[in-house]
């Protein structure tokens, strides 16, 4: 049962419910009462969710009821006329808000807290006083995102007895034991709950090789009704997990491709009640050697028998890495491109520091690409680029250009009508960087008898 009421011209004691006469084996479960509009104000003035207002009033059971009185003054929950009412019944689960008044009058007394009501009436041990979280002011159904819902789901006493809400919903809902509170019985969604406990094999691999996963799959509501692994190892997927024993779900992750893919993978897992859970696993990455090259080489190469050799081996490991940010972009200078009198000269000093953070180690450098924003239709002639290690770290002045320890790496060579994006240069020979060292880049090019140049101690429009 639902009672709202909403009337302001009564001139009579508003009550939800009102026993008149003796009445006997009363069972009073699952109803919401809301007394929202005030009606009078003042001392003599009362207002009751419930009001036994004659003494052969019997109250059988009590059970999981919402009471709430906004009313000022003397508001009350419950009114009983004599302490029979219900001190032979059971009272308890229910759910009493009387933010203005008193929760009940028991023994000839006002109770005007929960505690007080539950000591005088030795009843409702487990009841609950919090605001209900109804959808609305006038619409009593409960929402179940409410900031109060835990009070009300799964909260109710099941010995009440009712198989049905007052919308004809199963009570208590699918997959649980125990009902709500109130009139209405909502739907809480809860998840399952995903415990991990094993990727096999757990370390990365020489090769690319698929991984079990083994999670734990619980849920506090309801069944689990299945388990899905998504993962990316080069292209976005997904497997269903098996539900091989008890709480245990297996699936097996696919090998990466290509070999040295970083693998990102997730379990989510879904119960009966519509409820998910996600879990987000240990990224991975097989066959580190992808890109290494090895050379051997023994020193000196011919021998005596029973001389002494010696054998080295140069372990390279090939790959790109981008230099600086590209976050700012520019028609002129610091761009190896900006020579506005028919040619450009330009220096750019890249730290060690910065060559590490892009995932270099000492080796061979062998191209280098120059990021543009957007096409351009032009020809740099004779475009030449040199680049060497050195020791410093900035240029020791505006036009200050460095010669020593430069070599020509590519060149000269007409660059026509470059394309928006990275334009690689492949160098004529390699570079080698120890892997210490800063290194300088420096860039001409001239289709005029004269050139201009600058030079420029940051880098952030380059990439190697």
């Known amino acids: ?77 419950f009114f009983t006329a004599a302490t029979l009412n219900i001190s032979g019944g059971a009272v308890d689960n229910n759910n009493y808000y009387v933010p203005g008044g008193h929760v009940g009058y028991y023994n000839a007394a006002n109770r005007t807290t929960l505690a007080a009501w539950q000591t005088a009436t030795s009843k409702d041990a487990n009841a609950e006083n919090a605001n209900p979280p109804f959808v609305s002011a006038t619409d009593l159904h409960l929402n179940n995102a409410g900031a109060t819902i835990s009070n009300f789901d ?97 699936g097996t992750i696919p090998a990466a491709s290509p070999t040295n893919t970083i693998v990102t993978w997730s379990v ?17 990455q097989d066959d580190p050697n992808v890109g290494i090259t090895a050379v051997a080489s023994a020193r000196p190469t011919t021998v005596c028998s029973g001389a002494a050799d010696t054998l080295s081996v140069i372990i390279n490991k090939s790959g790109t890495g981008v230099i600086g940010s590209g976050s700012v972009n520019s028609s002129s200078s610091p761009t190896p491109f900006s020579g506005t009198y028919g040619g450009m000269k330009g220096q750019y000093i890249i730290l060690a520091s910065e060559l590490t953070a892009a995932g270099y180690t000492a080796g061979n450098i062998t191209a280098i690409g120059i990021n543009f924003v957007s096409s351009v239709t032009a020809t740099y002639t004779g475009l030449t680029i040199q680049i060497g290690n050195t020791a410093l770290s900035a240029f020791p002045g505006t036009l200050s250009l460095e010669s020593s320890g430069l070599a020509t790496y590519y ?8 394309t928006a994006g990275v334009n690689t240069f492949t160098l004529s020979s390699s570079f080698y960087w120890d892997g210490t060292s800063n290194i300088i880049i420096s860039t001409n090019w001239s289709k005029q008898y004269y050139y201009k140049y600058c030079c420029f101690s940051s880098y952030n429009h380059n990439c190697i």
Not at 190 to 219: E, H
Not at 271 to 281: K, V, W
Request: overall charge negative.
């Open 411 to 418: 060149g000269p060579t007409n660059l026509v009508n470059p």
């Open 154 to 250: 799964q909260q109710g006493s099941t010995s009440a007895g009712i198989t049905t809400d007052y919308d004809g919903n199963t009570r208590p809902n699918l997959g649980t034991t125990i009902p709500d509170i109130g009139a209405d019985e909502v739907a809480v969604i809860t998840p399952p709950v995903i415990s991990f406990t094993s990727i096999s094999p757990s370390s990365n691999q020489c090769t690319a090789t698929s991984r079990l996963v083994t999670v734990s799959v619980t849920t506090p509501a309801g069944t689990v009704s299945g388990a899905t692994i998504n993962y990316n190892n080069g292209a976005a997927g997904s497997v269903a997990m098996t539900n091989t024993v008890g709480t245990t779900w297996t």
């Open 1 to 77: 049962m639902v009672v709202y009421q909403t009337s302001t011209t009564s001139t009579f004691i508003p009550c939800g419910v009102f026993f008149t006469a003796g009445a006997t084996g009363v069972n009073f479960n699952h109803n919401t009462i809301v007394m929202n509009t005030q009606l009078g104000a003042g001392a003599n003035f009362s207002s009751f969710c419930v009001n036994a207002s004659v003494a052969g009033v019997r109250f059988t059971t009590f059970y999981n009821n919402i009471l709430v009185n906004n009313h000022s003054s003397t508001a009350l929950w």
């Open 268 to 284: 989510t897992a879904t119960n009966s009640l519509g409820g998910t859970a996600t879990y987000t696993g240990t990224s991975y």
